[in-house]
T-cell receptor, first 117, second 114 residues
Framework: AQKVTQAQTEISVVEKEDVTLDCVYETRDTTYYLFWYKQPPSGELVFLIRRNSFDEQNEISGRYSWNFQKSTSSFNFTITASQVVDSAVYFCALSEARTGTASKLTFGTGTRLQVTL | DGGITQSPKYLFRKEGQNVTLSCEQNLNHDAMYWYRQDPGQGLRLIYYSQIVNDFQKGDIAEGYSVSREKKESFPLTVTSAQKNPTAFYLC?????????????FGEGSRLTVL
């Protein structure tokens, strides 16, 4: 069975601080995908990134960066110079690589990030 | 604008009543999903549908039912058999073709059973 663990329930930082959200996963699949989604107060989840299990290259997108380490089964997310607009709940998710049309994701319990002035 | 519309946003019902949550998408996606979100438990998959007139149970399907008569619509009924129906319900869709895993979500429906 697949499992995603986000041990940090809630994090509070002051604007401009860097913050890292941790994600640890478990799967028996050799090929899989990892995701991060953001849930702002409005409720809908917004896709941030997808990484497949064969691509351990770290990725940077503006103030966001992701560190994928297969050896430790981790896919951590760092926000540099955090802003108030980054306040949200962040979910890490995992899915098996599959053909067909359905994307069945296993989500972690989420980390609530509060950025204050 | 393309997207997913869920209604109602807030819903209050008495115990023992069935409730239907609406989900409509105009993204031309084949696959649609219903997730339930509870505090501290993340999102759990209730049902999903890969194509019209077909749907499969997710991890917590007991007490719920769905239909998929049209590509654009995937309503969820919370029946009286669902023991703890109070929750935040999220509908999502995804494109077919090459697997991406990217889900597009609605803004959710918050159901409170009194």
């Amino acid at each position: 069975a697949q499992k995603v663990t986000q041990a940090q329930t809630e994090i509070s930082v002051v604007e401009k601080e860097d913050v890292t959200l941790d994600c640890v996963y478990e799967t028996r699949d050799t090929t899989y995908y990892l995701f991060w989604y953001k849930q702002p107060p409005s409720g809908e989840l917004v896709f941030l990134i997808r990484r497949n299990s064969f691509d351990e290259q770290n990725e940077i997108s503006g103030r966001y960066s992701w560190n994928f380490q297969k050896s430790t089964s981790s896919f951590n997310f760092t926000i540099t110079a955090s802003q108030v607009v980054d306040s949200a709940v962040y979910f890490c998710a995992l899915s098996e690589a599959r053909t067909g049309t359905a994307s069945k994701l296993t989500f972690g319990t989420g980390t609530r990030l509060q950025v204050t002035l | 604008d393309g997207g997913i519309t869920q209604s109602p946003k807030y819903l209050f019902r008495k115990e023992g009543q069935n409730v239907t949550l609406s989900c409509e998408q105009n993204l031309n996606h084949d696959a649609m999903y219903w997730y339930r979100q509870d505090p501290g438990q993340g999102l759990r998959l209730i049902y999903y549908s890969q194509i019209v007139n077909d749907f499969q149970k997710g991890d917590i399907a007991e007490g719920y039912s769905v239909s998929r008569e049209k590509k654009e619509s995937f309503p969820l009924t919370v029946t009286s058999a669902q023991k703890n129906p109070t929750a935040f319900y999220l509908c999502a869709s995804s494109t077919s073709g090459q697997y991406t895993g990217e889900l597009f979500f609605g803004e959710g429906s918050r159901l409170t059973v009194l």
